[in-house]
């Protein structure tokens, strides 16, 4: 990639302003997420349906990411990264407009083509303005993309709090993004497009990559299923009021969050292996505890393990996977990215459907065996690691 740079910029302002962006698309995911059980009140979904619905979002975001490739090598990344957070900011208010299961689905779609837009464009942005610096601030970006959804989920506890209406909600929030797209855009990198080589949309891991693959698509799927029902186990299985559902979801981001910034010096200590095994233990012990004792206060600090669980995960396995011997290390992360972003994509939505059959905590406990699943791949992975491996955290997150 080939970054033009204009002179009355400096580092630290395209630092700030791709910063920013990270911002603007974890805030506007995170405020949809924490309306979801409002929505599902409002437009009277079961679990099952719900389950569909959610299924719309992915489905979009996956479907945008030949036609977002193809555009980021048309154009500059700052143009495609101005029109996704606009578009971004327009669906948001249409998803508060939705009135029916149908319109839903409809607006969710592009909402994930809109995310998509963002997540390449912003990761373009990071490491054009990474060229700018000797040392690694790519964590801070992807920590930066974590606050912003903590931000968006108390903003959502606070609007629940008060009752104020999802429209009026998502209109709030999609003006004060769009004006911070406009003030910042210039302080962005302006990203030469550079055509690429015809290449398959996917493309699978080898034999070595398998195992990171499988522990990538084990976290994602955790990742995902709390960001998506984390607030409506809280309704249905805990039986606590809307406020303190919500508040639920804001204490799993917090923890999330923190464990992303304290990453880096945790695997410093205790190596990465070991620090991976923890990471399953949490989360297959945090919903083990929300499953067994559905009470509020051991609910939240089961959500809390979870959060810590999920942090660190997915990045450390891309630290590990990018020494291999087959495949460079941006098509190794590539080939390791496709099969996580199916935990990511197809776990949530099931856990709707298991759940209308046969309850949230089953849904629950199925998920809690995830947590299991990464403490047996990472003993199955090899002593020789690189201790000291920078953590990156991956583009697909956001």
């Known amino acids: 990639m080939n970054d033009k740079a204009i002179p009355s910029r400096t580092p ?18 995170s405020s949809w997420a924490s309306r979801i059980p409002t929505i599902q009140n409002q437009l009277h979904l079961n679990d099952g349906q719900l389950g569909t619905v959610l299924f719309a979002l992915p489905i979009g975001l996956m479907f945008t990411m030949p036609i977002s490739n193809w555009l980021l090598s048309k154009y500059s990344s700052r143009a495609i990264m101005l029109s996704g957070s606009l578009f971004l900011c327009v669906i948001l208010v249409l998803i508060g407009l939705a009135n029916s299961m149908l319109q839903l689905i409809i607006v969710l779609f592009f909402f994930g083509s809109a995310r998509n837009m963002m997540t390449l464009s912003i990761n373009t942005q990071g490491v054009g303005v990474q060229a700018l610096y000797s040392k690694s601030i790519m964590a801070t970006f992807h920590g930066i993309w974590s606050m912003a959804g903590f931000a968006g989920a108390a903003v959502g506890l606070v609007m629940v709090y008060f009752n104020v209406a999802v429209p009026y909600h998502f209109l709030i929030i999609s003006i004060l993004l769009a004006v911070l797209t406009l003030y910042f855009i210039n302080d962005t990198l302006y990203s030469k497009p550079i055509p690429q080589p015809r290449k398959p949309v996917f493309s699978l891991p080898d034999k070595y990559l398998l195992k990171f693959s499988l522990i990538c698509f084990a976290c994602m799927a955790c990742e995902n299923t709390m960001y998506d029902w984390s607030a409506i186990y809280f309704q249905k299985a805990v039986h606590a009021d809307k406020t303190t559902s919500t508040a ?23 190596g990465i292996k070991t620090v991976l095994k923890f990471s399953g233990m949490f989360i297959f012990a945090g919903l083990v505890m929300a499953v067994a004792l559905p009470f509020v206060v051991t609910a939240m600090v089961g959500f809390i393990l979870v959060g810590f669980g999920v942090s660190c995960i997915v990045p450390m396995v891309f630290s590990m996977a990018g020494k291999s011997k087959n495949m460079s290390s941006s098509s190794a992360l590539a080939s390791i990215s496709t099969v996580g972003y199916l935990g990511f994509v197809l776990v949530p939505p099931l856990v709707g459907f298991i759940s209308q059959n046969f309850g949230l905590r089953i849904s629950f406990s199925i998920i809690a065996l995830f947590g299991g699943i990464i403490v047996y791949l990472v003993s199955m992975l090899s002593d020789h690691v690189e201790q000291s491996s920078p953590v990156v955290f991956p583009d697909f997150e956001e």
Not at 249 to 254: A, P, R, T, W
Request: no cysteine; proline share 0%; charged share 10%.
């Open 248 to 270: 639920a979801f804001v204490i799993y981001l917090v923890a999330m969050t923190t464990g992303r910034f304290f990453g880096d010096r945790v695997v410093t200590r205790m």
């Open 12 to 29: 630290q302002q395209y630092r700030i302003g791709a910063a920013i962006f990270f911002f603007i698309s974890g805030f506007g995911f």
